[in-house]
């Protein structure tokens, strides 16, 4: 099973302002996802990204948002302007065998 | 659109006893089956998955079977204990996209 690390663990941050939130798996992989939980709410899809580009994206991940692998192993999830409604686990996930996602242990933002 | 539906929570039991958390989905295709697991304060682990119709995933005393049929993959574990609360979510995946979770199904275990 793969090690997914997340950083930060945890944010805070102003509404308005721009978060990176980091996803480090440690071998290689072809397949990154992102997903975020609101408190108590379900796991709902953002975007996938493949081969260097994104594949699919959920109508939450709207212009505010944007992934890269900048260096080839970090992958990225960046909001350019936060909004309260931001507030929520990000989960990061990757394939490693077949199509079984692994998640790493998840990034709490809350924006005030 | 894909979706899954789970029995809500909170799931309230005993240790010993027997565990059924129910899950159905609707999807086109013939997609793969998750449990995931979410302890307090935890990320998502993978409990168990099937990857076709028939398959029986087993983890950690946990089972679910993917019954074609009767689009469902139930899980039930037959003795729980205090350590397996948690949240469990069900969730289905068409190859290599998205995973669409369901809502969650909270687990309380008391001694």
């Known amino acids: 099973e793969p090690e997914v690390t997340q950083t930060p663990s945890h944010q805070v941050t102003q509404m308005g302002q721009e978060v990176i939130l980091r996803c480090v798996p440690i071998?290689?992989?072809?397949?990154f996802y992102w997903y975020r939980q609101i408190l108590g709410q379900k796991v709902e899809f953002l975007v996938s990204f493949y081969n260097n580009e994104i594949s699919e994206k959920s109508e939450i991940f709207d212009d505010q948002f944007s992934v890269e692998r900048p260096d080839g192993s970090n992958f990225t999830l960046k909001i350019r302007s936060t909004k309260l409604e931001d507030s929520a686990m990000y989960f990061c996930?990757?394939?490693?065998?077949?199509?079984?996602?692994?998640f790493g242990p998840g990034t709490r933002l809350l924006v005030l | 659109g894909n979706s899954v539906t789970q029995m809500e929570g909170p799931v309230t039991l005993s240790e010993e006893a027997f565990l059924t958390i129910n899950c159905t989905y609707t999807?086109?295709?013939?997609?793969?089956l998750f449990w995931y697991v979410q302890y307090p304060g935890e990320g998502l682990q993978l409990l168990l998955k099937a990857t076709k119709a028939d398959d029986k995933g087993s983890n950690k005393g946990f089972e679910a079977t993917y019954r074609k049929e009767t689009t469902s993959f139930h899980l039930e574990k037959g003795s729980v204990q205090v350590s397996d609360s948690a949240v469990y979510f069900c969730a289905l995946s068409d190859g290599f996209q998205k995973l669409v979770f369901g809502t969650g199904t909270r687990l309380l275990v008391s001694p």
């Open positions: 999807a086109t295709g013939y997609p793969s």
């Open positions: 996930a990757v394939v490693w065998s077949g199509e079984t996602q692994y």
């Open positions: 071998s290689n992989h072809l397949y």
